[in-house]
Nanobody, 115 residues
Framework: QVQLVESGGGLVHPGGSLRLSCAAS????????MAWYRQTPGNGREYVAG???????SYSDAVKGRFTISRDIAKNTLYLQMDNLKPDDTAVYYC?????????WGQGTQVTVSS
């Protein structure tokens, strides 16, 4: 069973940048669509960005133009480059794999945007 481990979260000032990583325990990017979600206390998980097996990307309106999703197939790692961060981006960020494998979530990484 594949495992996903996120990293790269932290505290950043408004306008700053962070890059999140999601390391997969096996090679899955050619059989799974990948996505980033985020969650704040008391709310459900919100879709942020996704990349399909074929490499097509999509973004929520809230992050379009500021966040970039990418992957390194050789390293089995998914990334989320987050620029021009805003306090509303504060959340726990999760990566998710879907497709020819059971839906799999990572454990999450906290991102806090505050002055």
């Amino acid at each position: 069973q594949v495992q996903l481990v996120e990293s790269g979260g932290g505290l950043v000032h408004p306008g700053g940048s962070l890059r999140l990583s999601c390391a997969a325990s096996t090679s899955i990017f050619r059989i799974a669509d990948m996505a980033w979600y985020r969650q704040t206390p008391g709310n459900g998980r919100e879709y942020v960005a996704g990349i399909t097996k074929a490499g097509s990307t999509s973004y929520s309106d809230a992050v379009k133009g500021r966040f970039t999703i990418s992957r390194d197939i050789a390293k089995n790692t998914l990334y989320l480059q987050m620029d021009n961060l805003k306090p509303d981006d504060t959340a726990v960020y999760y990566c998710k794999a879907t497709g020819d494998i059971p839906n799999t979530w990572g454990q999450g990484t906290q991102v806090t945007v505050s002055s």
